[in-house]
């Protein structure tokens, strides 16, 4: 008959492949941190512990709390919520938070957690020219010469706008395009 030890052993061994034994330590982490939260707010009469949590943040925090359950980890969520001060209940659903984020919720974009759908914005946000790039094409058209289809008059509105109205040069660039 095997010894105690050796029980032992082959059951921390069977907990850490299967994964209990994280999960026990991760909930062992939550439960020490809950533990000390609350006897530091005991301990002091100045905490406040009805502040308001802005709503951004209460939404970043339910984007989190919907990857994380995504992604079946229940025990970094064990540890998050709490730490987080939220709600068992996520206080909105799904399509609010689609809704606010401008994101589609049909049935392709709900079989993945909304921060890759902002993810994926975020690529094609990135592929959009810049404002500055922006401002150099809208340079480059002002000082390109005009070509032969363009009317004389969008070339002489196009080179005005390079110019403050305020300037008292107005009626002579006027001038030299009409001249």
């Given at each position: 008959m ?27 982490r ?9 006897g530091d ?14 709503f ?37 659903d ?35 020219p ?44 006027a ?5």
């Amino acid at each position: 008959m095997a010894s105690t030890s050796e029980l032992k052993d082959a059951l921390v061994e069977s907990m850490t492949y299967s994964g209990a034994m994280a999960r026990i330590r991760a909930r062992v982490r939550a439960e020490i941190a809950h533990a000390l939260d609350v006897g530091d707010a005991s301990h002091d009469v100045h905490s406040d512990t009805t502040t308001k949590v802005p709503f951004e943040t209460t939404f970043i925090h339910e984007l989190v709390r919907e990857y994380l359950r995504f992604h079946n980890l229940r025990d970094t969520a064990g540890v998050f919520v709490p730490e987080a001060g939220m709600a068992d209940a996520p206080p909105f659903d799904r399509a609010f938070m689609a809704r606010r984020l401008g994101v589609p919720d049909d049935a392709e974009s709900q079989a993945v957690p909304l921060l890759y759908a902002l993810v994926e914005r975020s690529k094609a946000w990135a592929s959009m020219p810049t404002q500055q790039q922006q401002q150099q094409q809208q340079q480059a058209a002002i000082q390109a010469p005009p070509s032969p289809e363009q009317p004389v008059a969008a070339v002489a509105r196009r080179r005005t706008t390079r110019y403050d109205d305020s300037d008292d040069d107005s009626d002579s660039i006027a001038d030299e395009v009409d001249g």
